[in-house]
């Protein structure tokens, strides 16, 4: 009974059905299943299979993205109760994410923040054009260990290098991990300016966040 | 709506019919056979014996195109009909008969061998945008007499797809039949669900040779269908205007079409061709030329005023590697012959003229094949109303990505590429290689080849192929054939 919901929230998830996912939650918690569990046994599976039919070419950006979106929605109704059971996602870690000042650019930025919330962090989107400050002023804010920085145009390409500078003049580099995106940036690119990080596209770049941060982990 | 593209206008059409009836009268057509001489005669055309041309008159064409199959669907080894020849639907396979195969390697043309040929019917296998089989390429590995039969054997042991082939000779056609028939399980199953279509060739201008009448009349008896294949070369053996070679092709057609149904009332003939602009510089004949792929939409049209099912070789390229041309080529005759509805598209792999096949190319075409196949299914409203809806949710939100609206339509409103195409960003392009469509096709090809999984062929149906062809074979002083691959030890 526990495997079988368990897998009906990896088949939900795989089919791109939101609405099932949800449904498999609520009805895995009704069985008593753990919160914990659920995650580990069905969403983290499911959209770990999702995240490799888009490598492989069989899935597309809208498969990811409504999957991503029945992750999200089943991690709204599980972070209560794991809250409840005093247990709670402490080290998926906590993310401030922009596309930086000069660039309207949006659809990169979003979907890797829609990954990243289904895969349990906790997304501060800062939406786009952010001015280099409010990067600063969130990431103080929301005690943030990560921040995502994207950009489209080679003439913007520099906001992100400003977002590293005042991450450092503010006392907050060593706090935090940064990654960088967007299509003309490069590993090279974000050597360059001491990023501590760069992804290809959004699965790739939970797999970054995931090594840039620790790891899921129950606090009793 | 099908958009469709219509190349002469109605008048036009009728004046191209009235003309090819009345080419038929006078000069005649050539009939180098003597059994249609016969029927000709027996008809009521007027058949000079010494010159060998026979004069038609409109009432035998007239009742021919009352008795024709007006569509027929050719179906897969396992009885799943595949391909519907009528109206406009649209099906794409590879050109036939070449003589060549492009060496991935060394970029230059060698002569096929049977590993060749069964790994391109592999890969025609696994391409979902191609729809029927070739026998693509001649094998350089066997006697030349068994050249088309060898062809066919090799296809018969690999294939699901229903098949596009011919014969070089009289006599092979019927080793082919032969095949034909063991594989659907007896003559009456081979004509009820037939699985494979004949290219019979009259010769520009107005000449029935022996071999092909033959082959005519043999696949009309059998219930086999048959693709008519002319080719006037306007400028050389057709006359430069475009109109006037269509006028012939209608005229080459119409008597094929005839001597199929003399030689049984109601035999599936298709209007097909490959005709060709002559190129007056080099004297050759470009298949990728503007004027080449005119004549085969015009002719198109005039054989659906007809109502007849339709073939046309389209879709290639003179270029001798895959370059810029090849491509440039490949997707203008694609494009053109899919708007203009021609059921049976051949050429997909085919290079220089006819004469060469490349499995990379192939691969590449099949891309130019799914987005001709998109293309021709048009633009539908989808919704109702057709996007206040979706505006009257999303405002000035950019989200449509996120939409399920989006996850919903998206694999049937876009054509969506296999990696051949190459759509990274620079930067990906560069990690993943920096690789041209060539180098991608190839790796495609090895990949496609590699996931191929064997048709159900009995083992027992597997021995019959092969003796009636090893028969065949010692005919022609060829006592061993090579071993099948993958069946057979080397």
Redesign the interface.
Known sequence: MCSELLAQIVASLVA?DPDATVDGTRQALAAGIEPLAIIDGGLVPGMRIVGEKYST?EY????L??SA?GMKQAMAILVPELKARRQHLTSSGTVVIGTVRGDIH??GK??VA?MLAANGFEVHDLGVDVPTDAFVARVKEAGANLVGLSALLTTTMHGQKDVIDALTKAGLRAQVKVMVGG????RKWADDIGADGWA?DAVAAVDLATRLVAHVQQVV | MRPTLRMLSESLVEQIIAEGMALLRDPGVRVHNEEARRLLAEAGADVDAVRLIARIPETIVRQALETTAHEFDLFTLDGRPAVHYGGDEVHFDPGSAALSILDPETNRQRVPLTADFVRLVKLVEQLPQIDAQSTAMVCGDVVPEIGDLYRLYLALNYIRKPIVTGAFRKDTWWTMKEMLVAVAGGEAALAARPIAVFDVCPSPPLLWSDLTCQNLIDCARAGIPAELVSMPLAGATAPVTLAAAVVQHTAECLSGIVIGQLARPGARVVWGGSPAAFDMREGTTPMGDVATWMIDCAYAQVGKRLGLPTHAYLGMSDAKIIDAQCGMESAGGTLLGALAGINMISGAGMMDFESCQSLEKLVIDAEIIGMAKRLVRGIEPRDEPIALSLFRKLGHR??Y??E?H??KW??KELY?P??VIDRA?T??WL?KGATTAAERAAERVGSLVASYQPSPVPPELRAELRAITTRAARKFGMTALPPLPDFERV
């Open positions: 791109g070419g597309f950006l809208p498969n993205i409504v979106s949006e659809i979003s979907l829609t299509a003309p940036v490069t290809q | 950019a989200d990505l996120a399920p989006t996850l998206f694999r969506l296999s990696p960003t930067d990906g990690r």
